[in-house]
């Protein structure tokens, strides 16, 4: 089988075009031949190269408008600007329990374990639990840590009383909403052990709507 002939290149137009500005790669397109070859070409005529990549001083990209440029600016220092933290964030509260010397994920487990993972208002076990402070740590940051301001419950109905009861996860409550929101949901064990009637129908006309009674809330925690 025959070599294949290789391609005539002409040098001087290569090298007049590689001084105007084209880079190797664009010269392998224009002369089509091989990068090595280019290399090898303007090697031998003594011809220094460029370093490759962007050159400074040269903008090779894109030219986007004075608007555009604005915007991204603008987009660069919103990324750079710290986010505001949210006033129920409070940075000067303890990150660590005074008392035990545990961070707050081992703390809230170990307030599970005491409560024997039930639901100290349902008495339900195998739920998905959470620690419920009776006044917002927001509002009273040093009852953070304070175990009689706590209680263990079920995560259905603790979203239940924050979202639906009060309106929201970020309003303060105090231990007065929750014992109101036992009371006009009727539970059939309240959470300090007492008694009381189910009558979650006739109580619910605040809820908007109907709520279920806290034993047959969706264990799942949805």
Same mark, same amino acid.
């Given at each position: 089988?025959?070599? %294949?002939?290789?391609?005539?290149?002409?040098?001087?137009?290569?090298?007049?075009?590689?001084?105007?500005?084209? @880079?190797?790669? *664009?010269?392998?397109?224009?002369?089509? =031949? !091989?990068? +090595?070859?280019?290399?090898?070409?303007?090697?031998?005529?003594?011809?220094?190269?460029?370093?490759?990549g962007?050159?400074?001083? /040269?903008?090779? &990209?894109? #030219? #986007?408008? =004075?608007?555009?440029?604005?915007?991204? *600016?603008?987009?660069?220092?919103?990324?750079?600007?710290?986010?505001?933290?949210?006033?129920? +964030?409070?940075?000067?509260? *303890?990150?660590?329990?005074?008392?035990?010397?545990? &961070?707050?994920?081992?703390?809230?487990?170990?307030?599970?374990?005491?409560?024997?993972?039930?639901?100290?208002? =349902?008495?339900?076990?195998?739920?998905?639990? /959470?620690? #419920?402070?009776?006044? @917002?740590?927001? *509002?009273?940051? !040093?009852? +953070?840590?304070?175990?009689?301001?706590?209680? /263990?419950?079920?995560?259905?109905?603790? $979203?239940?009383? #924050?979202?639906?009861?009060?309106g929201?996860?970020?309003?303060?409550? =105090?231990? $007065?909403?929750?014992?109101?929101?036992?009371?006009?949901?009727? /539970?059939?064990?309240?959470?300090?052990?007492?008694?009381?009637?189910? $009558?979650?129908?006739? +109580?619910?006309?605040?809820?908007? &709507?109907?709520? %279920?009674?806290?034993?047959?809330?969706a264990?799942?925690? @949805?």
């Amino acid at each position: 089988m025959p070599e %294949p002939t290789p391609r005539v290149i002409n040098v001087q137009a290569l090298i007049q075009d590689y001084i105007t500005g084209l @880079s190797i790669q *664009a010269l392998s397109k224009k002369y089509q =031949t !091989h990068l +090595r070859r280019i290399t090898r070409e303007l090697q031998t005529a003594g011809i220094s190269l460029r370093p490759q990549g962007p050159q400074p001083g /040269v903008w090779t &990209g894109r #030219h #986007h408008s =004075t608007q555009a440029r604005m915007k991204m *600016a603008a987009a660069k220092r919103s990324a750079l600007r710290p986010r505001p933290q949210s006033p129920y +964030r409070d940075k000067r509260q *303890a990150a660590f329990c005074p008392t035990t010397g545990l &961070g707050e994920a081992a703390w809230v487990r170990l307030q599970l374990r005491k409560a024997n993972y039930t639901c100290q208002v =349902t008495g339900k076990r195998g739920v998905k639990l /959470v620690v #419920h402070h009776l006044f @917002s740590v927001a *509002a009273h940051p !040093h009852l +953070r840590w304070d175990e009689t301001n706590i209680i /263990v419950v079920q995560k259905a109905l603790h $979203d239940q009383f #924050h979202h639906q009861y009060m309106g929201g996860c970020t309003k303060p409550v =105090t231990s $007065d909403d929750w014992n109101n929101f036992l009371g006009a949901l009727g /539970v059939c064990r309240v959470w300090e052990g007492r008694s009381a009637p189910c $009558d979650c129908v006739g +109580r619910a006309a605040q809820f908007n &709507g109907p709520l %279920p009674c806290a034993d047959t809330v969706a264990p799942n925690g @949805s």
